[in-house]
């Protein structure tokens, strides 16, 4: 090889590797998107007009709706649904699961949707409380919990939100919480979980809002 050829050469040869380190570098950050979801969910208190994440009986007790009792007969609540990825998503399925004792009037219980980075959407909906005949006879205060989940291309995320609904007997009668039905796979996790707490006598921290619920 001549030498007035070598220049050339050692600039094809940069220039292969600079492309070459630009592809894997592309690849890695095609490998290091994330699709995520973040869901939240929240009660409006009556008392104060604020969305919270719970209304447990110390904070609010509804009242059957046919009640003469001068207190709200109509839950509300709102859910806010997040990209939290680094990539547009497409065809979100969002459904929240009615619990017992309450009745849906109106607003937004299902919905297919798209969100891009960082966007979020928020849903509304309005219930009512059951009549007095169809609370149960051995619990004067009923506590109900409400959960809405979202879920696209694999990932998962579902809230709760409680609320109290005191009958005619009120409290002294006996308190009940009633949770949402829950697929195999939950239901085996808090299997486990109770049998590891047993055996271990350790104490389970988990987040502030419960993932996991059980008739």
Not at 90 to 106: A, F, G, R, T, V
Not at 151 to 171: S, W
């Amino acid at each position: 090889m001549k030498l007035k050829h070598l220049p050339v050469v050692i600039f094809l040869l940069l220039l292969s590797l600079v492309v070459s380190q630009k592809k894997v570098l592309a690849d890695q950050y095609e490998e290091e998107v994330v699709k995520d979801i973040t869901l939240d969910k929240f009660v409006k208190n009556p008392n104060t007009g604020q969305w919270v994440d719970n209304l447990f009986a110390s904070d609010y007790k509804f009242v059957p709706q046919d009640s003469d009792i001068d207190r709200n007969k109509e839950p509300e609540f709102k859910i806010i649904i997040r990209n939290s990825g680094d990539q547009d998503l497409d065809n979100i399925y969002y459904k929240d699961i009615m619990p017992h004792y309450l009745e849906y009037l109106s607003g937004d219980l299902e919905e297919t949707f798209s969100l891009k980075v960082n966007e979020s959407r928020e849903f509304y909906f309005k219930t009512r409380t059951v009549k007095q005949e169809q609370m149960p006879d051995d619990a004067g205060l009923v506590c109900v919990v409400n959960t809405a989940q979202a879920e696209v291309e694999g990932q998962l995320d579902k809230d709760t939100a409680q609320i109290c609904i005191e009958g005619e007997k009120g409290e002294v009668a006996g308190v009940k919480t009633y949770y949402p039905p829950t697929g195999p796979v939950d239901n085996l996790i808090l299997l486990l979980g109770s049998a590891g707490l047993a055996l271990t006598g350790g104490v389970l921290i988990g987040k502030s809002k419960q993932n996991i619920y059980q008739n």
